[in-house]
C-alpha cells in the first residue's frame, strides 16, 4: 500500500512556510523524502529511520512519528528552488529493499 | 560517475510488441526497484530485487518481467505492451543498508500507440 500523502498541492510566497504530512498503515523501518523538478528524476533530501536518527539536505526538516507511523516535511521560509513535487518514501519494518512512494504534493513557490 | 543509467530515453510502442528497458547501475548496491509514474499517482513499484537472482514483485507488477542475473543489470520486460502502459518508468537503486537513499536513473518516456 502507497503512504498516503497531504495535502495534493500547496502554493506559497517566498518566505512563507509550509507543512507535508505522510503516513502509513503499516509499521515503518524508514521514511524517505525526495523532490522532482519537472522533467527529471527524483532527488533526495532526507531519511528519518527508527529510533530518531536522520540524515539529509541541512535546510530541509522532517519528524518521524514512530508510533503513529507518520511523517511531517517541513518548509521554512520557502525558496523559489522549493519549488516541484515532493513524494515521501515508506519502508517497511519487516521488508528489505522495497521502498513505496506516495502520490506526491506539488508545492509552488512564487515571488 | 555515471550512477543509476536508463536506456532508451524515450521509445513509442504499438500494442503488442515487446521490448526491453535497460537499467544499469555502477555503484555495486544490493537494492533495485523500477517505478512507474503517471500524472495524480506517484511513484508506484513495479518490481524490485534485493540482490543478483533474487526479485519480488510490488504494487503493479501486471504485464512485466524482471530478472537479475549480475549486480550491476535490472532489464525490465514489456511482454505486450498496451496502451495503459503508457507511463514515465525510472530505475532506483540503493546500497544494502537499509539507512540509505535511494538513487534514481533519469526516466525513460515510454508511449503505447
Known amino acids: 500500500q502507497q503512504p498516503v500523502q497531504s495535502p495534493q498541492a500547496v502554493i506559497l510566497r517566498e518566505g512563507e512556510d509550509a507543512v507535508i504530512n505522510c503516513s502509513s498503515s503499516k509499521a515503518l523501518y524508514s521514511v524517505h523524502w525526495y523532490r522532482q523538478k519537472h522533467g527529471e528524476a527524483p532527488v533526495f533530501l532526507m531519511i528519518l529511520l527508527k529510533g530518531g536518527e536522520q540524515k539529509g539536505h541541512e535546510k530541509i526538516s522532517a519528524s518521524f512519528n514512530e508510533k503513529k507511523q507518520q511523517s511531517s516535511l517541513y518548509l521554512t521560509a520557502s525558496q523559489l528552488s522549493y519549488s516541484g513535487t515532493y513524494f515521501c518514501?515508506?519502508?517497511?519494518?519487516?521488508?528489505?529493499?522495497?521502498?513505496?512512494f506516495g502520490a506526491g504534493t506539488q508545492v509552488v513557490v512564487t515571488p | 560517475n555515471a550512477g543509476v543509467t536508463q536506456t532508451p530515453k524515450f521509445q513509442v510502442l504499438k500494442t503488442g510488441q515487446s521490448m526491453t528497458l535497460q537499467c544499469a547501475q555502477d555503484?555495486?548496491?544490493?537494492?533495485m526497484s523500477w517505478y512507474r509514474q503517471d500524472p495524480g499517482m506517484g511513484l508506484r513499484l513495479i518490481h524490485y530485487?534485493?540482490?543478483?537472482?533474487?526479485?519480488d514483485q510490488g504494487e503493479v507488477p501486471n504485464g512485466y518481467n524482471v530478472s537479475r542475473s549480475t549486480t550491476e543489470d535490472f532489464p525490465l520486460r514489456l511482454l505486450s505492451a498496451a496502451p495503459s502502459q503508457t507511463s514515465v518508468y525510472f530505475c532506483?537503486?540503493?546500497?544494502?543498508?537499509?539507512?540509505?537513499?535511494?538513487?534514481f536513473g533519469q526516466g525513460t518516456r515510454l508511449t503505447v500507440v
Open positions: 530485487s534485493v540482490g543478483a537472482g533474487i526479485t
Open positions: 532506483a537503486s540503493s546500497d544494502g543498508d537499509r539507512r540509505t537513499e535511494a538513487f
Open positions: 518514501g515508506a519502508q517497511g519494518a519487516d521488508s528489505w529493499g522495497k521502498l513505496q
Open positions: 555503484m555495486n548496491h544490493e537494492y
